[in-house]
């Protein structure tokens, strides 16, 4: 038994990092146990390489939750700003790309040497390539695995969720979470891309490739970036962004030309070039293949843009191409899963948690931090950045 330390936390991701950071800081003697060989592996496949890890906008309601509000007091005692100081400590060069995205110039691989420098400077034994067998609890939790046994007075959950399961994640911490009696807002996948089927699909696929500048809305959540048409359905950072509001059976509404009064401007084309056609007034907005897309067929079959000059059409006829393109609706079929989401909605129920520690209310010394928790953020360094957050109070707190 390796007995002496003061936590075992369980993940080397970039919560349970983290967090071993901010209690071996503080003098804690802190154990990381993780199953993969290496240490921060979806940090390393972030952002394409480059992690997207924070964002300037960090705000709760750019977070998904059932309590709105557990995140705010993470987000607010470790923020974006403190990441980015550490970022900036270690030397290590950054630009923002969009929408307060921050990424690396060079590598993410430099974001998991600093967390590692970090973490072997505040003394942190970090164990790779062992497989938890068991966890009970005593006065002390006790962790088997395939490298031998710990245990320690608290334990933190620092697994993440179940996305993109051949990477190694696993749903491992809500199963301890569920043993201890924690509740769980059912998992699914998250940021991910949207399946069609029949027309709709046909339409999708015959356009893989293609992307738009556009909104999508659901109910009466909406983002405007791009949309990308796939073999499979839509993807795109719009599309992954509305991905985590939408549900079975819903419809998501896309406008294809966001931010133009598209009856206005067809009026003014009729106008200008009465006797271009239809189709090559909307290519002027639209990529090509999706303009001819368009006048041959939209999702449902029926042709959105119908041939014929600019001269022959109709207020009405103008009217109603305006609103089926800044109306486009597709009902998803499903979506890609787990196998290519970017995080998992829901986990570990915070109603069973403390907002300011992370700790079960019913289980003194266990944590949960990091994706495992009923805490998503939007696309574009959010989760990362609440990794971080849920992380540091848990350190600070054990
Ligand atoms: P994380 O998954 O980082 O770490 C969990 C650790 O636990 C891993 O080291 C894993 O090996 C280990 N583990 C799992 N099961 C175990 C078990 N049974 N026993 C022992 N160890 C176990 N976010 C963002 O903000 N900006 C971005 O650019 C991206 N990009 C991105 C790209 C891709 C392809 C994906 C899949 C995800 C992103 N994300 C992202 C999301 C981000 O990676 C994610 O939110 C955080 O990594 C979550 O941090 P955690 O520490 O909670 O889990």
Redesign the pocket.
């Known amino acids: 038994m390796t007995g002496n330390h003061d936590v075992v936390i369980?993940?080397?991701?970039?919560?349970?990092?983290m967090c071993a950071i901010a209690a071996g800081q503080r003098g804690c003697r802190v154990v990381v146990?993780?199953?993969?060989p290496k240490?921060?592996?979806?940090?390393l496949?972030?952002?394409?390489g480059?992690?997207?890890?924070?964002?300037l906008h960090i705000a709760p309601d750019r977070f998904l939750s059932q309590n709105r509000h557990f995140a705010t007091s993470a987000l607010k005692r470790y923020t974006q700003h403190d990441f980015l100081a550490l970022v900036n400590r270690h030397g290590i060069a950054w630009h923002e790309k969009t929408l307060g995205q921050l990424?690396c110039d060079g590598s993410a691989r430099q974001i998991v040497a600093m967390l590692e420098a970090e973490a072997t400077a505040a003394g942190v034994d970090i164990r790779t390539s062992?497989?938890?067998t068991g966890i009970s609890r005593s006065d002390r939790f006790e962790v088997t695995t395939s490298g031998g046994r710990f245990d320690a007075p608290a334990l933190v959950l620092?697994?993440?969720?179940p996305?993109?399961p051949k990477?190694?994640?696993?749903a491992?911490?809500h199963d301890v979470a569920r043993q201890f009696g924690l509740r769980l807002v059912p998992p699914r996948p998250a940021?991910v891309p949207l399946t069609l089927s029949g027309s709709a699909l046909a339409f999708a696929a015959n356009l893989s490739g293609v992307a738009v500048d556009a909104t999508a809305t659901f109910g009466r959540t909406q983002f405007r970036e791009n949309i990308l048409f796939t073999h499979r359905g839509v993807s795109g950072p719009a599309i992954l962004q509305i991905s985590s509001y939408w549900r079975e059976g819903g419809e998501i509404v896309l406008d294809l030309c966001p931010g133009l009064d598209l009856a206005a401007f067809l009026r003014e084309r009729r106008k200008g070039r009465p006797k271009a056609e239809l189709r090559t007034a909307i290519g002027e907005l639209l990529p090509a293949r999706l303009a001819a897309a368009l006048a041959e067929g939209g999702p449902d079959g029926r042709a959105l843009v119908p041939a014929g000059t600019m001269a022959n059409l109709s207020d009405k006829a103008i009217d109603a191409v305006a609103g089926a393109l800044s109306a486009f609706r597709l009902t998803p079929a499903g979506s890609e899963g787990y196998a290519k989401?970017?995080?998992t909605l829901g986990g570990v129920d915070t109603a069973d948690l403390s907002s300011r520690t992370m700790e079960a209310k019913a289980v003194p010394g266990l944590h949960v931090?990091?994706?495992?928790v009923d805490v998503t953020?939007w696309?574009?360094?959010?989760?990362?950045?609440?990794?971080w957050s849920s992380?540091w109070c848990a350190g600070l707190a054990i």
């Not at 480059?50 to 964002?55: I, L, P, V």
């Not at 990477?167 to 696993?170: F, V």
């Not at 696309?379 to 990794?387: D, I, K, S, V």
């Open positions: 369980l993940g080397a991701g970039a919560a349970g990092l146990l993780d199953h993969a240490i921060g592996s979806k940090i496949i972030s952002g394409g480059r992690c997207n890890f924070t964002n990424f062992h497989t938890v620092a697994t993440g969720g996305a993109i990477m190694g994640a696993t491992f911490s940021l989401a970017e995080v931090i990091g994706e495992a953020g696309l574009g360094g959010y989760n990362f950045q609440w990794a992380g």
